[in-house]
């Protein structure tokens, strides 16, 4: 009885310690424990790719908090927006957490490849440039955009991964990566293989300031060395205007 009881508090360790990849989340998210990582298949892929040097950004492990919530195919009052609303997200971890979080799992017709926890006003955004930005850019290519790929939404963590940093738009509900998209023939457009030399490029850089003003922020390759395989879109708050890069 001994033995069993110390594996099982082994295992408790074990999970306790494996629930957070930035060393934030496991503490952050209060909702409901984190049971495993809710990363897409297409995430897992970018993670085999980026560099050992550049922390890896996609590793998020957001609360599973939609227990109770309620589909709506209009959610935030906004018709096209497909998902549910779910319980507040609180956290220990000052400046995270959503105060009025929704799970979507749909926009303008478009699956996400992974459900995303956001707030309305970031759901907004991302519903307006599908519809505005996403869409016509690639027009009827491929028979159009069927899925977006996300690898990232909410988490709890500091700007970038980088200890010490300021909480990232992510850890407020109010940003989301997108790593590129499914077309209805199946092909899929990748931001790290098209941006640059494919027959994708114009496309993808007319979606990427299509964003711009839509989000406060919008970062994709060339910003920063940080973003080369995804665009990042946040409602940050400021005074200066948008961000794009």
Not at 80 to 99: F, N, Q, R
Not at 227 to 235: A, S
Request: aromatic content about 4%; overall charge positive.
């Amino acid at each position: 009885m001994k033995a069993i009881g110390a594996a099982a508090l082994f295992s408790v360790f074990v999970i306790a310690g494996c629930g957070s990849s930035d060393g934030v989340v496991a503490r952050g998210a209060q909702v409901l424990p984190v049971i495993g990582a809710a990363i897409s298949s297409d995430a897992g892929r970018l993670l085999g790719r980026v560099t050992p040097s550049r922390p890896a950004s996609y590793r998020s492990h957001p609360p599973r908090s939609a227990t109770g919530g309620r589909a709506s195919g209009s959610l935030c009052g906004t018709r096209g927006i497909e998902g549910t609303t779910i319980a507040p997200i609180t956290s220990e971890i000052a400046g995270c957490g959503v105060a009025q979080p929704v799970r979507v799992t749909h926009v303008d017709g478009v699956k996400l490849s992974q459900s995303a926890i956001m707030d309305c006003d970031t759901a907004r955004a991302l519903h307006k440039w599908v519809r505005k930005g996403a869409k016509p850019a690639i027009g009827r290519r491929g028979g159009g955009i069927a899925e977006l790929h996300v690898p990232a939404h909410y988490a709890c963590r500091p700007m970038n991964h980088r200890p010490g940093a300021p909480v990232s738009e992510h850890g407020r509900g109010r940003a989301i990566d997108i790593s590129g998209m499914t077309l209805a023939n199946g092909q899929h457009v990748s931001v790290l293989d098209d941006w640059r030399g494919s027959r994708h490029s114009a496309a993808l850089r007319r979606m990427h300031r299509a964003a711009c003003g839509t989000f406060t922020t919008t970062l994709g390759p060339g910003s920063d060395g940080m973003h080369e395989d995804h665009f990042h879109y946040d409602l940050a708050q400021r005074r200066n205007g948008p961000i794009c890069r």
